[in-house]
């Protein structure tokens, strides 16, 4: 008890030793008995950090106590017992000890150091980071009906192409959120910007449907890992009374992204001569542009994140502290200096750090071979990642993780099925309202006449055609219905859901044309001949960019603007909880709104309105989330709800797409009653805005 006792430091914002009493106890200014000179400061400059025959140490001018110090103090203590004589209990009751000391100095630190340049450098570092995210929910929905063509894609490819970001950002969370938690916060962030920005480049260019699905599933594996390490990454850098608000503000960036998104490919995709061609086997049309583009916000954060430091909590977590205290002191000298205070002096010089009980296994260079000793580090890291993810579910932890599972879940459930539906029934209504127009034709007949010219929504019933020609024209939507075809020709002829059913086709040429076997249903084809069919899939520009798609997303991202800037505002003021709570009971609402969606003007505003409510739910529960949690378990914790959330957002795009042009009533009451019960069990999670970050 005697140890521990000489061990507990009277201050804990300064190491008291009699050679570092030039540090002011309270303005933070410097009082040193005499005033240095100016030759004296120049001399302290360079030799700041130097050590020769270790004559000069290199923290001397910093702050840092020197070793020797720190040696001469232990050798007064009566002896301890050794670690690894000593309970493993004990040594995690230690530590959960230091960890609590150093949660209130480091908050007292981040206060020292003052909300300021360095911090808005970094906002909008991992900004950029978290817009990328926001890109790439959307990027696959944008170029699917263009991508569909280029690749000859099937309905189930289709469905395929849309859900594997998601299954890939699932995993991705959950595994490089439990890494940021063991490897540092910087490091993760960028290996997943890196796999992002590299896949999604790669995406662009790759002309087969299957390797186009492999780069989009690495792609957001890249990407949804990065979502927990940045809001554990930012948050570490923030006070208790700038977290809730500035997180906030952070997630603004993912509606940015949206924007973004919507934007470039309004812009871009229907312009066809944006792209090139080699040969006839390699195309490089415009929504592979709009692709390549996508992939900038990545890059620009992965850029700019180079020059960012890593965060000083995760550092003190595994015992650097020097490393700590160095970064800690550039956040304070970068903000003092902005605001014009550059004399401010830097206080601290001894920060608490954790009793460290992990097992770490230094592996000499003679042991084994290369590739041997890399396992060994790769298997004892996932190890520890593991043992993390089961420590979210010790006593401690499980309710909270349980409730936190629920909530995501059901959130992502209604929100993300939402915002795929909304888009359908849409599209749902406007093929309604076109085959409502549609032009019938009974028992016309034709004979010597040229078609070169578009024929679209008619249906032509027991027609007879002969010695008509059929050149250079296109088919869109057209059915012939038992009707005669005698000597006629066609010629570079294109079509697009057009089908011939019960017609007899006699003594006809194709020639050029994509009227392949399929499209003729049970049709009697005598001495017709079929020369020369087009090869491979053609896009149809006029009728697949659909401008609509790319508003309702602008629309529905801008949208959530209000509901950012009042969840930044009160985050702090009526805390996290009531905020879940409010804002997905006021979503729930707004979904039995949908049932008098019977128009797209309509449903577009629906859509604004549920997207505008949600938001400030989504905004809590990322800062929830970061302050529930310790830092050797916050990146771990996240990663693993925000897999789940991606689950339910995978969940949610099959069920409520299966629902579309059958009925309304189960997709709105999914969402609702989802809404409610996990907004009535956030009522019950703890309320963490007066918590210092552990």
Not at 30 to 57: F, I, K, L, M
Not at 204 to 213: D, I, K, N
Not at 496 to 511: A, G, K, L, P, R
Not at 557 to 576: E, F, Y
Request: proline share 3%; hydrophobic share 40%.
């Amino acid at each position: 008890q005697g140890g521990r006792e000489a061990n507990q430091v009277s201050d804990d914002y300064r190491y008291q030793d009699g050679n570092y009493e030039g540090y002011a106890p309270n303005d933070g200014y410097y009082r040193g008995g005499d005033e240095p000179t100016h030759e004296e400061d120049a001399q302290s400059d360079v030799t700041e950090g130097h050590d020769e025959d270790d004559e000069v140490y290199e923290g001397e001018y910093q702050g840092i106590p020197h070793p020797d110090d720190i040696q001469e103090k232990q050798k007064k203590r009566p002896p301890a017992v050794a670690d690894e004589y000593r309970d493993r209990a004990d040594l995690m009751a230690e530590r959960m000890e230091d960890e609590e000391q150093l949660a209130h100095q480091y908050e007292n630190i981040i206060e020292e150091c003052g909300h300021g340049r360095f911090q808005w450098t970094l906002f909008f570092v991992l900004g950029l980071a978290l817009m990328a995210d926001g890109v790439e929910v959307f990027v696959v929905g944008f170029v699917l009906p263009s991508a569909e063509k280029d690749m000859c894609l099937s309905s189930s490819n289709k469905g395929m192409l849309g859900l594997i970001v998601y299954l890939g950002m699932m995993v991705g969370a959950v595994m490089l959120g439990g890494l940021a938690d063991k490897l540092g916060r910087k490091k993760c962030l960028i290996i997943s910007l890196a796999i992002n920005a590299a896949f999604a480049f790669l995406s662009s260019f790759v002309q087969g449907y299957g390797f186009f699905l492999f780069c989009r599933l690495i792609s957001g594996l890249g990407i949804g890992g990065s979502l927990p390490i940045v809001f554990a990454y930012f948050s570490e850098f923030l006070s208790r009374e700038k977290r809730g608000e500035h997180l906030s503000w952070l997630c603004m960036f993912w509606m940015i992204g949206g924007i973004f998104a919507s934007a470039m490919a309004w812009s871009i995709i229907p312009h066809y001569g944006w792209g090139f061609s080699m040969g006839t086997k390699y195309h490089f049309h415009s929504w592979r542009v709009f692709v390549l583009v996508c992939s900038l916000p990545c890059i620009a954060s992965l850029v700019a994140l180079k020059f960012m430091p890593e965060s000083p909590r995760f550092l003190l977590e595994i015992g650097k502290h020097d490393e700590a205290w160095m970064i800690l002191k550039q956040v304070h000298d970068t903000n003092m200096r902005a605001k014009g205070e550059p004399e401010r002096v830097f206080t601290v010089s001894y920060i608490k750090t954790p009793k460290q009980v992990d097992e770490f296994i230094e592996i000499q260079s003679s042991t084994g071979t290369w590739y041997q000793r890399w396992l060994v580090r790769i298997t004892t890291t996932f190890k520890q990642v593991w043992d993390n993810v089961l420590y979210c579910l010790t006593a401690q932890y499980r309710m909270n993780t349980l409730m936190l599972a629920v909530v995501w879940f059901t959130m992502a459930l209604s929100y993300y099925g939402l915002i795929v539906w909304f888009p359908d029934m849409i599209r749902y209504l406007q093929e309604e309202a076109y085959e409502s127009r549609v032009k019938i034709f009974d028992e016309e007949e034709v004979s010597h006449f040229t078609f070169n010219f578009t024929l679209e929504n008619q249906i032509h019933r027991n027609g007879e055609y002969r010695n008509d020609k059929f050149i250079g024209m296109k088919f869109k939507e057209v059915r012939f219905e038992d009707s005669l075809f005698e000597e006629c020709y066609f010629e570079d002829v294109t079509s697009s859901e057009t089908f011939f059913e019960n017609c007899t086709i006699i003594s006809t040429v194709f020639y050029n044309t994509d009227l392949y076997e399929h499209i003729f249903i049970n049709c009697r084809l005598i001495n017709s001949t079929f020369l020369k069919e087009k090869e491979g899939c053609h896009l149809d520009f006029e009728e697949e960019n659909d401008f609509l798609i790319y508003l309702v997303s602008f629309l529905g991202s801008l949208s959530v603007l209000p509901g950012n800037i009042i969840s930044a505002l009160l985050m702090d003021k009526i805390g996290r909880i009531k905020m879940i709570g409010g804002s997905m009971l006021i979503s729930a609402v707004c979904c039995f709104f949908l049932f008098f969606g019977n128009s797209e003007s309509a449903m577009i505003g629906w859509q604004c309105l549920f997207c505008g409510a949600s938001i400030a739910a989504w905004n809590a529960l990322d800062v929830i989330t970061v302050e529930l949690y310790p830092t050797d378990k916050r990146a771990t914790a996240f990663g693993i709800l925000n897999g789940l959330c991606k689950f339910g957002a995978i969940l949610g795009n099959s069920i409520f797409a299966s629902f579309v042009g059958i009925t309304k009533v189960v997709p709105i009451l999914l969402a609702s009653s989802a809404l409610v019960g996990g907004g009535l069990l956030a009522l019950r999670l703890p309320e963490t805005r007066e918590q210092v970050l552990m």
